[in-house]
């Protein structure tokens, strides 16, 4: 469970505390302040005690009905903004909302893509020096299925270049462009080749031509500096060397 939805469940918990007593404890006090009124004037102790026995019983199960239900409320409409923790989900007539996972799945991607991608750096958005472990690579797999459902016959470079746009990664090797920045930028590029590959079963010629040109700039040794850990300029080398067979075979 997230944190946000911690906060949100715990924001939540708190009003509905604040609601229920002030729906429930509100009328119970009135109610019990009539009958204690009720029997002063009939002057019988018994029916005095049976009030304030009654009334102490009243407000806390009004408190708990109210409580349940707007618990019973709040959590069928939260759950409705919730989608399927697996794959794709699908849609009614009446639900236009499209949705995909936030990193691509074995279970869920195309049956190609799991015979070809048998190392765990592929599905990981924990490996840093994979293609899905950089800064916005697992929302790319994620924007990638919703741009590739209205997109299907269009070129998937053009989808790296929206993404560079909209996660503000910009091609700027004329004016003397940032290693950092081209890091990014040829990060994003191979994990489109790949994207296209786990939705499809296929990588088409124009990105796997750019996804070999981000990895042997990578390969270089001025784009393996950027990472400090010597080990870990190791790791990627053999993740980049790796994908760059993985293109010659498909």
């Known amino acids: 469970m997230s944190y946000a939805l911690l906060l949100f469940l715990g924001g939540v918990g708190v009003i509905e505390l604040i609601v229920g007593l002030a729906i429930a404890f509100i009328p119970a006090f009135f109610l019990v302040r009539f009958m204690l009124k009720t029997a002063l004037r009939q002057g019988a102790e018994s029916v005095n005690r049976l009030a304030v026995f009654g009334g102490l019983l009243i407000a806390p ?3 708990a009905v109210v ?3 707007i618990s019973s409320i709040m959590f069928t409409w939260y759950a409705r903004g919730l989608r399927s923790p697996g794959g794709i989900e699908e849609t009614t007539e009446t639900d236009t909302a499209w949705t995909a996972p936030v990193m691509p799945r074995r279970s869920t991607v195309h049956p190609k893509a799991v015979a070809l991608l048998t190392e765990e750096f592929y599905w990981s958005r924990h490996e840093i020096a994979g293609p899905f472990g950089e800064y916005n690579s697992d929302q790319l797999w994620s924007d990638f299925i919703k741009w590739r459902k209205d997109h299907a016959n269009s070129s998937v470079v053009e989808y790296r270049d929206e993404f560079l746009v909209k996660y503000k990664f910009f091609d700027n090797a004329d004016a003397g ?10 990060n994003v ?9 786990m939705l499809e079963g296929r990588m088409d010629e124009d990105i796997k031509a750019l996804s070999r040109e981000a990895i042997e700039r990578q390969l270089t040794a001025e784009m393996i500096e950027q990472y400090d850990d010597d080990d870990y300029k190791d790791v990627r080398r053999s993740i980049l ?7 010659d075979g498909i």
Request: no cysteine.
């Open 177 to 186: 462009e940032l290693p950092g920045t081209q890091l990014h930028n040829d």
């Open 67 to 69: 409580t349940i239900a």
């Open 189 to 197: 590029t191979i994990a489109t080749g790949l994207s296209q590959l």
């Open 241 to 247: 060397k790796k994908i760059l067979v993985l293109l």
């Open 61 to 63: 199960a009004i408190l």
